[in-house]
């Protein structure tokens, strides 16, 4: 693969990168984060990471992703500031369509709507991919336990109970599963006999960061939560938060991360030879690429959830069941077929061919059916794709 493009920004209150990983048909998408200590490193590791998801799951774009540096205190006038000032920056990018970005952490509509702004564009209210990444991660979860074989109720920890991994928590089955240990970033808290879910929002509404200091359990050290025994620890927080170190501790039986790019080298190694099974991020992920696709396209939300229902969760199902814990590695197979596919695009003509041009152009005049169809075939055909992968790679 080539090198990335790097376009770097800053102003009296920010840094910002944008790194564009790879372009599909002159295109590439990814969100676009803020925090007080965003590095370079994490934005390209992110970057990357959208790439293999769009190339695993067969969508017509290239990764890319954002990041802002900010301070946590600015006043929300130098915020806005700042936010304008980068929009302008990465604005020549934007407006000729190599790079749209979307929601990411600490970055909702209005961030963004200051960002496209400064970029000299409109946005309209854009699609909450956070919510269809959730819905899909709850089956990824349970796909998980069925391939596992695990017995009810299956014992799960969060790492950063926050908007995006709640949702799960709340539309997993009780009787199914327990959340025993969650973490935020002001510590951790566990509760053999589980939380309830309506307590966890009550309380996360009330006291947010100090949702942890609120509920009934045992406090924890906020690195303990990645040591909990439980079934399947679901990692939601920053990249690379199991280093080698972690991994030697962790006592999941499986990781279902909801977090981009979560593992650093040589944790993965490690988790296999201890029996530790690991899913990648931009898989158990994925289908909020594909719901809000689908929903851009006008497809009802009863129709996303029952394709994450019959084809998503047993594609996650099939490839648990078809790796002993040890050999082959979920991580492994998953990279070698999304790599494979990225660079089969990355030598591809970048012009995007004459009928596809034309399709573009036509189908916006189209009554919502034909691009809701074409939508969903598209997505059919990906998840084909991707079982006849995962049973060649494992085979």
């Given at each position: 693969m080539e090198s990335p493009l790097v376009i770097t920004g800053s102003g009296p209150?920010?840094?910002?990168?944008?790194?564009?990983d790879s372009?599909?048909?002159?295109?590439?998408?990814?969100?676009?984060?803020i925090g007080?200590?965003?590095m370079l490193d994490e934005v390209r590791d992110l970057a990357r990471e959208m790439t293999l998801k769009y190339a695993l799951s067969h969508l017509h774009r290239g990764g890319a992703e954002a990041g802002l540096r900010l301070a946590a205190d600015l006043d929300p006038t130098r915020r806005r500031d700042a936010l304008l000032g980068f929009g302008r920056q990465i604005g020549p990018v934007v407006r000729c369509g190599m790079y749209s970005s979307g929601m990411?952490?600490?970055c909702g509509f209005e961030e963004l709507h200051a960002i496209y702004a400064g970029a000299g564009l409109p946005v309209g209210r854009p699609t909450d991919t956070s919510f269809y990444t959730a819905l899909g991660l709850a089956d990824a979860i349970r796909g998980c336990a069925e391939g596992l074989n695990l017995r009810a109720p299956v014992t799960l920890a969060i790492e950063g109970f926050g908007n995006f991994a709640a949702h799960p928590a709340g539309v997993l089955p009780?009787?199914?599963?327990?959340?025993t240990a969650i973490s935020r970033v002001r510590g951790a808290v566990s509760h053999p006999e589980g939380f309830g879910f309506d307590e966890l929002q009550r309380q996360r509404a009330a006291h947010l960061d100090d949702l942890v200091h609120h509920l009934s359990g045992t406090s924890l050290p906020l690195e303990a939560l990645l040591a909990h025994p439980v079934d399947i620890l679901v990692p939601a927080t920053r990249t690379g938060s199991i280093t080698e170190e972690v991994a030697s501790r962790i006592r999941a039986r499986a990781i279902v991360p909801a977090a981009n790019a979560p593992y650093r080298p040589g944790a993965i190694r490690l988790l296999g030879e201890r029996g530790v099974l690991c899913l990648p991020g931009y898989l158990c992920n994925a289908d909020g690429v594909?719901?809000?696709?689908?929903?851009?396209n006008r497809v009802s939300l009863k129709a996303v959830k029952e394709i994450s229902l019959t084809r998503y969760r047993p594609l996650i199902r099939t490839l648990v069941a078809m790796c002993p814990p040890r050999n082959p590695c979920p991580v492994t197979i998953v990279d070698a077929i999304a790599t494979s596919e990225a660079e089969l695009r990355a030598r591809r003509a970048?012009?995007?061919?004459?009928?596809?041009?034309?399709?573009?152009?036509?189908s916006r005049r189209f009554p919502p059916v034909f691009p809701r169809r074409a939508m969903l075939r598209l997505a059919s055909e990906a998840f084909d794709a991707m079982n006849r992968d995962f049973r060649k790679e494992t085979a």
């Open positions: 209150c920010h840094e910002g990168f944008l790194v564009i372009l599909f048909l002159e295109h590439s998408s990814g969100g676009a984060r007080p200590d965003m990411d952490m600490n009780a009787d199914g599963f327990r959340v594909f719901g809000s696709s689908l929903a851009d970048p012009q995007r061919p004459l009928r596809r041009r034309l399709w573009d152009r036509i």
